[in-house]
Nanobody, 115 residues
Framework: QVQLVESGGGLVQAGGALRLSCAAS????????MGWYRQAPGKERELVAT???????NYADSVKGRFTISRDNAKNTVYLQMSSLKSEDTAVYYC?????????WGQGTQVTVSS
């Protein structure tokens, strides 16, 4: 069983920065594609960023150049460094792990950007 626990969300002013962390349990972390999704009120959940086990990354156009995903396999942790935050980045952010046909989700952490 894989559990994902996010932390680091909170309230920040526009233009500020936050770093989200996601700690994973289980022994599949290093072989998994890790990612972050977000869901704003009244909107569908959307991809923010992913990183494969080999280190390849993919970002939503809306966050390119502002967000950086990284991972520490020794700590079973994935991070999302967010900078130049905008009010439209306000959402619940979810950590995900994809391992073969399995897709795991964390419980989410709220990020609120005040303008």
């Amino acid at each position: 069983q894989v559990q994902l626990v996010e932390s680091g969300g909170g309230l920040v002013q526009a233009g500020g920065a936050l770093r989200l962390s996601c700690a994973a349990s289980g022994n599949i972390f290093s072989s998994s594609t890790m990612g972050w999704y977000r869901q704003a009120p009244g909107k569908e959940r959307e991809l923010v960023a992913t990183m494969t086990s080999g280190g390849s990354t993919n970002y939503a156009d809306s966050v390119k150049g502002r967000f950086t995903i990284s991972r520490d396999n020794a700590k079973n942790t994935v991070y999302l460094q967010m900078s130049s935050l905008k009010s439209e980045d306000t959402a619940v952010y979810y950590c995900t792990a994809r391992y073969y046909y399995s897709h795991y989700w964390g419980q989410g952490t709220q990020v609120t950007v005040s303008s």
